[in-house]
């Protein structure tokens, strides 16, 4: 009925960004807050930001001011902005959303993740 879908991830050198994708298919009414959730190799996985349906921000004290959230409501899809990439950053990235279906039902939607990798 609906997916997630999450795209952008790479292997890239300290310091330099990445913009990761989360497009949003399927009888979509509406999405609430778009959140994107990390987990590297041996760790739990971890909330790195959030941004709600007003445009409105949250971001994990390990990210804030590196990193940076935007979503186009119309196309239902959500970008994550990252600059200054550390190796601390390397983790599978994951998209997160409540989405309203047209038929009004709420979904929590996850999508499949996308790989960055920090590293010299």
């Known amino acids: 009925q609906v997916q997630l879908v999450e795209s952008g991830g790479a292997l890239v050198q300290p310091g330099e960004s990445l913009r990761l994708s989360c497009a949003a298919s399927g009888n979509i009414l509406s999405i609430y807050a778009m959140n994107w959730y990390r987990q590297a190799p041996g760790k739990q996985r971890e909330l790195v930001a959030v941004?709600?349906?007003?445009?409105?921000?949250n971001y994990a004290n390990s990210v804030k001011g590196r990193f940076t959230l935007s979503r186009d409501n119309a196309a239902n899809t959500g970008y994550l902005q990252m600059n200054s990439l550390k190796p601390d950053d390397t983790a599978v990235y994951y998209c997160?959303?409540?989405?309203?279906?047209?038929?009004?039902?709420?979904?929590?939607?996850w999508g499949q993740g996308t790989q960055v990798t920090v590293s010299s």
């Open positions: 997160n959303a409540d989405i309203i279906l047209v038929t009004r039902e709420v979904l929590d939607t």
């Open positions: 941004i709600t349906s007003d445009g409105s921000t």
